[in-house]
């Protein structure tokens, strides 16, 4: 399976982006599909996932609320709709599919170290 990002750029804070991860190569119903991000010297952190069989979606706990993921299943597709961007949201960001849900509230990004990557996107926020 294969995971392209796109979507990412330069905004202004309080400005929005839609980020978009197409997946190609496998059952896309199958998958529970996540985005994290990754600022320069931080760890990556998960900020929501969803199921793509039921719609069923799952949000870090800074994410909730400016952060929504939905899934095309037409266009085998997965978004990450962000508003009121701040520039602590600057990172590259990334989506990732597994087979099985890997969802907790403390989730980690080395526990999806199985699962298919995109190569990531920046978004950078100024202030």
């Known amino acids: 399976v294969q995971l392209v990002e796109s979507g990412g750029g330069w905004v202004q804070a309080g400005g929005s982006l839609r980020l978009s991860c197409a997946i190609s190569g496998g059952d896309f119903a199958s998958y529970a599909v996540a985005w994290f991000r990754q600022a320069a010297g931080k760890e990556r952190e998960a900020v929501a996932c969803?199921?793509?069989?039921?719609?069923?979606?799952y949000y870090g706990d800074s994410f909730q609320g400016r952060f929504t993921v939905s899934s095309d299943t037409a266009a085998n597709t997965v978004h990450l709709q962000m508003i009121s961007l701040k520039p602590e949201d600057t990172a590259v960001y990334y989506c990732a599919a597994s087979r099985s849900l890997i969802w907790s509230r403390n989730v980690k990004a080395e526990w999806w170290s199985g699962a298919a990557w995109g190569q990531g996107t920046q978004v950078t926020v100024s202030s």
């Open positions: 969803i199921e793509t069989h039921n719609g069923r979606t």
